[in-house]
């Protein structure tokens, strides 16, 4: 296990267990220019990856810190009103969960999905996604 730091100029740094710099890398050139707003770290199949949402509202993935390639993500104007995400790393392939209002958007490099998803609320209110969460397996949300 090592400590990650993303910064706001889409710079990853990746340190030792005890504090020792190890290495670092970047999110790409608009990362850079125009400035990350969240990150997230999560596990992949081939080891630790890094999702980052730019000030823009484009998203960025990286698959794994040993070979750090980064990928854009299916741009989508009209993200900019979603209320959660979450980086999905299944069978090698790297997707993003995105929550909209009530709706859950599956984002890929070169496409975006609407999942079928049934969310109750009591009769009569507005129900809106606030967090994504998935299993360690990565099978179940929540």
């Known amino acids: 296990e090592e400590p990650m730091f ?27 220019d125009i400035k990350i707003l969240a990150a997230r770290i999560f596990p992949s199949s081939t080891g630790t990856g890094v999702a980052v949402l730019t000030t823009t509202y484009r ?33 090698r392939q790297n997707k993003l969960l995105v929550g909209r209002g009530s709706e859950l958007l599956l984002l890929s490099h070169n496409d975006m999905t609407i999942l079928d998803v049934q969310i109750d609320g009591s009769p009569g209110s507005e129900v ?12 179940n949300v929540a």
Do not use: C
């Open 6 to 32: 993303v910064l706001e100029d889409g710079t990853v740094l990746i340190y030792s267990l005890f504090g020792a710099f190890k290495t670092s890398f970047s999110m790409g050139q608009e990362a850079k």
């Open 59 to 91: 998203f960025y993935m990286v698959s794994s810190i040993q070979d750090p390639r980064v990928r854009k993500l299916y741009d989508v104007i009209e993200l900019t009103h979603f209320t959660a995400w979450a980086p999905l790393a299944y069978d």
């Open 128 to 139: 809106a996604i606030t967090k994504v969460a998935l299993s360690p397996s990565q099978n």
